[in-house]
T-cell receptor, first 112, second 113 residues
Framework: EAQVTQNPRYLITVTGKKLTVTCSQN?????MSWYRQDPGLGLRQIYY???????DKGDVPEGYKVSRKEKRNFPLILESPSPNQTSLYFC???????????FGEGSRLTVL | AQSVTQLGSHVSVSEGALVLLRCNYS??????LFWYVQYPNQGLQLLLK??????LVKGINGFEAEFKKSETSFHLTKPSAHMSDAAEYFC???????????FGKGTMLLVSP
């Protein structure tokens, strides 16, 4: 089954404790992206990648890191989480030629 | 730079009534436009997209949208609402290279019996 898989789906952590949210897709998509969704703000892009070893900042990259060492994986790293990073995070992927994003089910992160 | 404005954070309709969700965009290049739907506790899924072919685009579940360049609009419609249409709807704009997709803030569609 074609899918984008994110883990963990739910996480409660404390300020400053490094964490990684994994994202994996099995559709051989070149493009992958991370978004955060906050009430009243819609989805805002954090980082995106157009291919292996190619990443770029989105609209809200501060406090986040990403890497794209393999085509299928695009982890989101929070080196020192803060409460303002409490949010619902979505990973998405697509073929560049179509632009149709496939989304994961989301990861709800709470930073205390 | 590109941006999307969705008019109305909430829209309420009765079952069987017309659904109209409004979207206006701003883009410095010919845009590609999308509507996505998000059901509770799920990720987003594509409803339809416009990529400079026909201006009237048909999507899944009976939805359609019309691209109007003069009005910079891409409103989503459905002739007859169903209870299962209750969800949050997002309009999005992309440059033709798809490198960045900018979303609107979303419109929650409420359908009453």
């Amino acid at each position: 089954e074609a899918q984008v898989t994110q883990n963990p789906r739910y996480l409660i952590t404390v300020t400053g404790k490094k964490l990684t949210v994994t994202c994996s897709q099995n559709m051989n998509h070149e493009y992958m992206s991370w978004y955060r969704q906050d009430p009243g703000l819609g989805l805002r892009q954090i980082y995106y990648s157009m291919n292996v070893e190619v990443t770029d900042k989105g609209d809200v990259p501060e406090g986040y890191k990403v890497s794209r060492k393999e085509k299928r994986n695009f982890p989101l790293i929070l080196e020192s989480p803060s409460p303002n990073q409490t949010s619902l995070y979505f990973c998405a992927s697509s073929f560049l030629i179509t632009g149709e994003l496939f989304f994961g089910e989301g990861s709800r992160l709470t930073v205390l | 730079a590109q941006s999307v404005t969705q008019l109305g954070s909430h829209v309420s309709v009765s079952e069987g009534a017309l659904v109209l969700l409004r979207c206006n965009y701003s883009s410095s290049v010919p845009p590609y436009l999308f509507w996505y739907v998000q059901y509770p506790n799920q990720g987003l899924q594509l409803l339809l997209k416009y990529t400079s072919a026909a201006t009237l685009v048909k999507g899944i579940n009976g939805f359609e949208a019309e691209f109007k360049k003069s009005e910079t609009s891409f409103h989503l419609t459905k002739p007859s609402a169903h209870m299962s249409d209750a969800a949050e709807y997002f309009c999005a704009v992309s440059d033709p290279g798809y490198s960045t997709l900018t979303f609107g803030k979303g419109t929650m569609l409420l359908v009453s019996p």
